[in-house]
């Protein structure tokens, strides 16, 4: 997986770099995630990468659908395309969001959790991670009662794990040793 973040980087700074010379960072992240949305579907999907399919088709279609806002992102398209690189855009996409985030000084985090989260509560993990990261925090609730109680808290690559099933996994992994 390192490795198609390291092949997707380049096209996602380069992408970054020019929507914010533009100020259309917002648009840029609309249309990507529209890509994404779009290179998944199931008719498209066997598409991607197709030597019979002919060379930028899936990029005109693509930017037919999700690039109508963006001056260029139909050029962008075609480059993936041309380069055999449309696989790639869910990471393209990913690392573009986290230079986005990093120069808006906000972050996404996904806390998942085994009950309901009441907003009192919510409001609290909130500010405890903007003060902790010193940054905008946006965060979303997904349950998961395979969790068992606790929560599970992702912010980009960090982790922080307080789930009963994360800990019962913890103490098996020492029990084995």
């Not at 529209?34 to 005109?60: E, F, H, K, W």
Request: glycine fraction near 8%; aromatic fraction near 4%.
């Amino acid at each position: 997986m390192a490795e198609r973040s390291t092949i997707a980087r380049p096209y996602a700074n380069a992408a970054f770099r020019y929507a914010r010379a533009g100020g259309q960072q917002q648009q840029w992240s609309e249309m990507l995630a529209n890509c994404v949305a779009i290179a998944a579907d199931g008719q498209v999907r066997p598409l991607l990468g197709n030597p019979r399919v002919p060379s930028g088709s899936v990029s005109t279609l693509m930017a037919e659908i999700a690039a109508a806002d963006v001056d260029e992102g139909s050029n962008f398209l075609r480059l993936l395309d041309d380069e055999g690189r449309l696989g790639l855009l869910p990471e393209i996409a990913e690392l573009f969001e986290q230079l986005r985030q990093a120069e808006e000084n906000s972050v996404d985090v996904l806390i998942e959790s085994a009950q309901a989260i009441g907003t009192p509560q919510l409001e609290l993990i909130q500010k405890s991670l903007a003060r902790r990261l010193q940054c905008e925090v946006a965060v979303s609730v997904e349950l998961d009662e395979s969790l068992l109680g606790g929560a599970v808290i992702r912010m980009g690559d960090q982790v922080i794990d307080g789930s009963v099933r994360g800990r019962l996994q913890q103490l098996a992994a020492t029990l084995q040793r």
